[in-house]
């Protein structure tokens, strides 16, 4: 090999060298960034407790400032998802009940329920 390529390929691996300490020092700032930002949401959902005192609005500030800010329609929506499985999950095991005790189809449990025939009584857990 020549000279020129020989100094070609050791700035190659002086690159890659330089590139892989970059990656693991982006790897530990995004931890670093990624730990700041749990601090973050754990004094912005403690500040959210008492929202109305000074001291919770100027954290709740200062997370907003820091684009750590809450979504009431998300976890409404997330509550709502949870609450919805839990009571499909306790239909469906009433209905399976049903109509394993009254020996009865499927079909003629739906159309007991639609008709208003049959009111389960759920205990959603």
């Given amino acids: 090999m020549s000279e020129t390529t ?4 050791a700035y190659i691996i002086g690159l890659q060298d330089k590139n892989k300490r970059l ?3 982006l790897a530990a700032h995004q931890l670093v960034i990624e730990q700041m930002r749990k601090a973050l949401e754990n004094a912005r959902l403690f500040a959210a407790r008492s929202r109305k005192e000074e001291w919770a609005v100027t954290v709740l500030r200062f997370c907003a400032e820091a684009g750590v800010t809450g979504s009431p329609l998300r976890s409404t929506a997330d509550a709502l998802k949870a609450r919805d499985r839990k009571r499909d ?8 009940c049903f109509c394993r005790e009254h020996n009865v189809p499927l079909e003629c449990a ?16």
């Fill in 23 to 25: 990656r693991e020092e």
């Fill in 89 to 96: 999950a306790t239909l469906i095991r009433m209905v399976y």
């Fill in 110 to 125: 739906a159309k007991a329920r639609e008709s208003g025939e049959w009111e389960p009584e759920l205990e959603i857990k």
């Fill in 6 to 9: 020989n100094e070609g390929v």
